[in-house]
């Protein structure tokens, strides 16, 4: 298991700076995402959970019709760490993905997870 190490409020701006939507609000690393509907919702939470159970890392999920509100914060030491940061890159990067122009899948035709 990697070291709990706190991040610094300087650290965590930096980190801030790579993750688009992201933000601090009481000591959590919080992020709002909207989608197009229930359905997607529910694919949405659990996409964040796979990746969660994978990384062996969870967030606090806030789950509503059309959002999901992911909070993180390692638990040990009631605070933002790498754990934290690591995890809301990768599941920013996945649930924002969608296919390039050049790719021969089309993407989803209405407004995807923002």
Not at 76 to 98: F, G, N, P, Q
């Amino acid at each position: 298991m990697a070291d709990d190490v706190v991040f610094t409020e300087e650290q965590i701006q930096q980190e801030l700076a790579t993750l688009p939507g992201w933000e601090v609000r009481d000591n959590w690393l919080w992020r709002q995402y909207k989608t197009p509907g229930f359905a997607h919702t529910i694919m949405l939470v659990n996409t964040i959970g796979y990746l969660s159970e994978a990384a062996y890392h969870h967030p606090d999920l806030t789950v509503g019709y059309a959002q999901v509100t992911v909070k993180l914060q390692t638990h040990r030491v009631k605070a933002i760490t790498s754990h934290d940061t690591a995890l809301a890159h990768k599941i920013h990067e996945v649930v924002t993905w969608l296919p390039d122009e050049d790719s021969p899948l089309d993407g989803f035709p209405k407004n995807w997870v923002r």
